[in-house]
């Protein structure tokens, strides 16, 4: 924490502090004790955008103000991010997102099959389509169909190289779209903006919400 609030004014680490102390209350329950484990949050008025048409809209621009001219700015990609938890509404701001950044998009498609070593034997899942694999979707997992533009940030969902820092969660920026591999450079580098590749490759989920595990290429 000290490196961190290293060179900020007084009144800005007391607010960091401040935030800090009430996001641990939320977490460990203890906001407004005593309380039976059911309470209200008042979100303070500075976290809320009120006037708004589309709500995708006003976040965006709230998080990413001037994206068009900084989206590949490694600086402003650093401090900002949109979290949520429903998998439809990251599509919905990804899409918003991508649409804003110049450029031609790419279109990939995966290829779905069922892990028969790890699936107990059942006939049924000989009627399985590709086109209902295709529809599946879940936490850590790409998407049937995802679209890219070069400059686009991203982030990996699997561990390629922990020593140069490519890990589940390390964000990058695409510099590359070939069939098969995409080319990136890492948003936090030392690198001296080393290329990397990211080849196509084999992915399932850690954990199966399906009777059957989903292999995604």
């Given at each position: 924490m000290c490196m961190l609030q290293e060179g900020?004014?007084?009144?800005?680490?007391a607010e960091i502090q401040e935030f800090s102390d009430w996001i641990v209350?939320?977490?460990?329950?203890?906001?407004?004790?005593p309380n039976d484990g059911l309470v209200e949050i008042e979100?303070?008025?500075?976290?809320?955008?009120?006037?708004?048409?589309?709500?995708?809209?006003?976040?965006v621009f709230v998080i990413y103000p001037n994206l068009i001219q900084k989206h590949t700015d490694e600086s402003y990609l650093q401090c900002r991010a949109i979290l949520t938890s429903r998998i439809e509404t990251v599509n919905e701001i990804n899409q918003y997102m991508l649409s804003l950044i110049p450029g031609e998009e790419k279109e990939y498609l995966s290829c779905d099959s069922i892990d028969e070593t790890k699936s107990a034997s059942n006939d049924s899942y000989n009627t399985i389509t590709s086109e209902f694999l295709?529809?599946?979707?879940?936490?850590?997992?790409?998407?049937?169909r995802i679209k890219l533009k070069i400059?686009?940030?991203?982030?990996?969902?699997?561990?390629?190289?922990?020593?140069?820092?490519?890990?589940n969660g390390s964000r990058l920026i695409i510099t590359r779209l070939a069939n098969h591999v995409i080319g990136a450079k890492m948003i936090t580098c030392n690198k001296d903006d080393q290329d990397i590749d990211i080849p196509r490759m084999s992915m399932s989920p850690s954990q199966s919400p399906w009777p059957f595990k989903l292999i995604r290429k």
């Open positions: 900020l004014q007084s009144t800005t680490v209350q939320i977490g460990d329950g203890k906001l407004q004790e979100i303070p008025r500075e976290f809320l955008i009120s006037e708004f048409n589309d709500p995708i809209q006003a976040i295709n529809s599946l979707s879940t936490s850590g997992l790409p998407n049937h400059g686009a940030p991203i982030m990996l969902l699997r561990n390629l190289d922990q020593a140069e820092g490519l890990c």
